[in-house]
């Protein structure tokens, strides 16, 4: 059990440009969720799967973001069109029995700047 | 909607002493959980603690423990016995139990520096 890997842990990216993070769940884990994190907040929900499901969206996660999560195993979070808004940190978590109340096991995060 | 306030930006404290964090929510929902995750420089979140509302005894995980007050909406953090390795970023986080969604709601966060 390795934890939950994010790729890559920095993106810098100009302005209009398409990025696209990756996140391995803990193996087995049946729930992977994404969060986005500025500077001096908490994290803030945008989504979340379960196996290959995408189950629940926030209004946070507008027409440009877009989440897949092929086979209930990786998921990838494709940013369209980037704006500087969207710097922030994205993380990823999992959890393994997809109960509400459980512990999420979250990754260190990519850190995308965009200027 | 639910919204989670930490009122305390940064906090320190010695090596050995004890310190106490606050968060205080607000939800119409009875039934619902409460966490604190801890965040270092590494900013892999860790989970600390967590309690359900309709449990009226307080959390405890070895130096950790929470004081809930349901009534007053208050969930706060006592890290007894600190230790250098506790210096991190601490949030609150809410999770409804009614209405079907599992997001978290997090506050915007504690500083803690634990001094030697």
């Known amino acids: 059990d390795t934890g939950v890997s994010q790729d890559p842990r920095h993106k810098i990216t100009k302005r209009g440009q398409n990025v696209t993070f990756r996140c391995d769940p803990i193996?087995?884990?049946?729930?992977l969720y994404w969060y986005r994190q500025t500077l001096g907040q908490g994290p803030e929900f945008l989504t979340y799967?379960?196996?290959?499901?995408?189950?629940?969206k926030s209004r946070l996660l507008s027409d440009r973001f877009s989440a897949e999560r092929p086979k209930g195993s990786f998921s990838t979070l494709e940013i369209q069109r980037t704006e500087q808004g969207d710097s922030a940190m994205y993380l990823c978590?999992?959890?393994?029995?997809?109960?509400?109340?459980?512990?999420?096991?979250f990754g260190s995060g990519t850190q995308l700047s965009v200027l | 909607a639910q919204t989670v306030t930490q009122s305390q930006p940064e906090m320190s404290v010695q090596e050995a002493e004890t310190v106490t964090l606050s968060c205080t929510y607000d939800?119409?929902?009875?039934?619902?959980?409460l966490f604190w995750y801890k965040q270092p420089p590494s900013r892999q979140m860790i989970l600390v603690i967590r309690?359900?509302?309709?449990?009226?005894q307080n959390a405890t995980e070895n130096r950790f423990s929470v004081n809930f007050q349901k009534a007053a909406k208050s969930f706060s953090l006592k890290i007894s016995d600190s230790q250098l390795g506790d210096t991190a970023m601490y949030f609150c986080?809410?999770?409804?139990?009614?209405?079907?969604?599992?997001?978290?709601?997090f506050g915007k966060g504690t500083k803690l520096t634990v001094n030697p």
């Open positions: 978590a999992s959890s393994q029995d997809g109960t509400t109340n459980e512990k999420l096991f």
């Open positions: 193996s087995e884990h049946n729930r």
């Open positions: 799967f379960q196996n290959e499901a995408q189950l629940e």
């Open positions: 939800t119409s929902e009875n039934n619902y959980y």
């Open positions: 309690q359900e509302a309709y449990k009226q």
């Open positions: 986080a809410f999770q409804g139990a009614q209405g079907g969604s599992e997001k978290l709601v």
